[in-house]
C-alpha cells in the first residue's frame, strides 16, 4: 500500500508539473498575442495620421483640387473664418466651386457634428421660396395640407448656405434680415415666434453692389451678408490647376465605368488650350467628349446639361462627311 501511494503521489505531482507549465506557456503566448495587438494598434493609429495628412495634402479641402496661389488664398480664408460663427458671402462666377468652400467652412467649424442645410434660391419659384426657407402651417396657402418645416429650423445649430442670395425678392429680404438680426422669424401662415441659431453662408454670382443702386437689393441686408467676403475666382485664373483638375477628373470617370487610365489620361494633354480655361464642369465635358465614350461625360451629368455631352453617332457623321469631302477634293 505505502508503495502504490508513493507512485500515485510521484504521478500526481508530475501532472501537477505538467499543467503548469502548460499554464505558464499560455500565458507567454496571450502575453505575446496582447503585445502584437498593442503594437498593431499604435502602427494602425500612425497610418491613420499619415493617411489623413496625406488626404490634406492630396485633395486640400474635401474634394477641392488645386495648388494655385489663388486657390491657396481662398482656402486659407475659408479656414480662417470658420472657426467664428461670422456670416460669410462667397463670390464668383456659376461652377467656381463656391458650395465646396461653403461645405468646407461647415467642416472645419463648431457646427461640423450638425446639419449643412443648402438652398438654392434661384431654383425655386418666388411663391415657394418663402415657404422653403421659412417653413408654413398647415393652411396657409392653398394647397398647403400639412404643416412643413423650413429650411432654417433644419438648420438650427449647423449651417444654412443660401445659393443665388441675389435672387431672393425684395419682399422677402426683410425676414432674412430679421433672422441675421435677431435669429427671430414666423412661419407662413403663424403668429408665433421661432428663434434659431444658425451660421449663415450666402452665394452669389451677381454684382450685389450695382442691384442697390437699382434698387434689387436691399442695403441693410447686404451689409449684414458682407461681414467677410470671399471671392472665388475662376478657372481662367488659375490655370495651373488644370492638369490637376483635369487628371482628378478623368480618373474618376475612367473608374467608374472601368475602363483603362491611360485613355483618360491621354485626353488630358490638350486641356489646357484657352477655350478650356473657363468652369470645371466644362473640363469635364471636354474630357468626355475626347474620350469619345457616350457614357464617359455621365460623371458630369449633374454639372452640364444634356446637350453638353458628346454625340458619337454625330461625330461619326461628321468624319465621314469630312473623309467624302477629302477625298473628292483629292480626285
Not at 29 to 57: C, G, P
Request: aromatic content about 4%; some cysteine.
Amino acid at each position: 500500500m505505502g508503495a502504490c501511494a508513493g507512485i500515485c503521489e510521484v504521478l500526481t505531482t508530475q501532472e501537477s508539473n505538467s499543467m503548469q507549465a502548460e499554464l505558464d506557456h499560455e500565458k507567454n503566448r496571450l502575453k505575446l498575442a496582447y503585445r502584437e495587438i498593442a503594437e498593431l494598434k499604435d502602427k494602425l493609429a500612425h497610418e491613420k495620421l499619415y493617411l489623413e495628412e496625406e488626404i490634406r495634402t492630396g485633395e486640400g479641402f474635401e474634394g477641392i483640387v488645386g495648388e494655385s496661389s489663388a486657390l491657396r488664398q481662398v482656402l486659407q480664408l475659408a479656414e480662417t473664418v470658420a472657426t467664428s460663427d461670422s456670416t460669410v458671402l462667397l463670390l464668383g462666377e456659376t461652377g467656381t466651386g463656391k458650395e465646396l468652400v461653403a461645405r468646407a467652412i461647415h467642416d472645419r467649424s463648431r457646427r461640423k457634428d450638425r446639419t449643412f442645410v443648402k438652398l438654392n434660391c434661384a431654383a425655386i419659384p418666388t411663391g415657394l421660396l418663402e415657404s422653403e426657407l421659412f417653413g408654413h402651417e398647415r393652411g396657409a396657402f392653398t394647397g398647403a395640407v400639412t404643416q412643413k418645416i423650413g429650411r432654417l429650423e433644419l438648420a438650427d445649430q449647423g449651417t444654412l448656405l443660401l445659393d443665388e442670395v441675389g435672387d431672393i425678392p425684395l419682399e422677402l429680404q426683410p425676414k432674412l434680415l430679421r433672422v441675421l438680426q435677431d435669429g427671430e422669424f414666423e412661419r407662413l401662415g403663424s403668429t408665433r415666434t421661432k428663434k434659431v441659431d444658425v451660421r449663415l453662408v450666402a452665394a452669389t454670382n451677381r454684382d450685389l453692389d450695382r442691384m442697390i443702386e437699382e434698387r434689387q437689393f436691399r442695403s441693410d441686408l447686404y451689409y449684414r451678408l458682407n461681414v467677410f467676403p470671399i471671392r472665388v475666382p475662376p478657372l481662367r485664373e488659375r490655370p495651373e490647376d488644370i492638369p490637376l483638375l483635369c487628371g482628378s477628373d478623368a480618373e474618376t470617370g475612367a473608374l467608374a465605368l472601368a475602363r483603362e487610365r491611360t485613355r483618360a489620361s491621354e485626353s488630358c494633354g490638350t486641356c489646357s488650350d484657352p477655350d478650356a480655361q473657363q468652369h470645371i464642369g466644362d473640363l469635364g465635358t471636354r474630357i468626355g467628349k475626347r474620350c469619345r465614350n457616350p457614357g464617359f461625360s455621365q460623371s458630369w451629368q449633374h454639372r452640364r446639361t444634356r446637350q453638353d455631352f458628346a454625340n458619337p453617332e454625330r461625330d461619326q457623321g461628321t468624319r465621314r462627311r469630312s473623309e467624302r469631302r477629302r477625298n473628292t477634293l483629292g480626285s
